[in-house]
């Protein structure tokens, strides 16, 4: 299956087969949910979604349940964006919480936010690479 948001109804996600037929539209509880990543398996997905013009926060909609569920998982207030599966138990993604846009891990189990990178620039788009996490610094 294939998940993806749309420009065009801000308050849903939407899934469809892997050839892109029988879309499904599914409303969440925020706004602007964006997909950001699917676990190996397929059955979570983190999604960044608007609290405010100036908070966005990461969530993990977990589809292993019924009816699935959608947990809050970083409650900054900043912009926590681009949420991506580094293991099964952690998420990285990038924040303005210090100012600047920085990469930060999530640890699942325990809920804890651990910034990884510091200094000058602007690090955005992390994504996972042969189990090495890599970015886009500016």
Known sequence: KIYFSSGEDLGAIFEAKADGSGTTKIILPVTMP????????????????????KNTDIYLYDLTV??????????DLSMDVEPVFLSDTEVIFSSNRT??????????????????????GTKVNPDVFEHEIVFVEY
Not at 34 to 53: E, F
Not at 70 to 75: E, F, W
Request: proline fraction near 8%.
């Open 34 to 53: 964006i997909v950001g990543d699917v676990s190996t398996d397929g059955k979570r997905l983190l999604i960044s979604a608007v609290k405010d013009p």
């Open 66 to 75: 019924t009816p699935p569920s959608l947990t809050r998982l970083t409650s």
């Open 99 to 120: 100012g600047e846009f920085e990469i930060w891990k999530h640890e699942l189990p325990t809920s804890t936010d651990v910034q990884l990178t510091t200094g000058g």
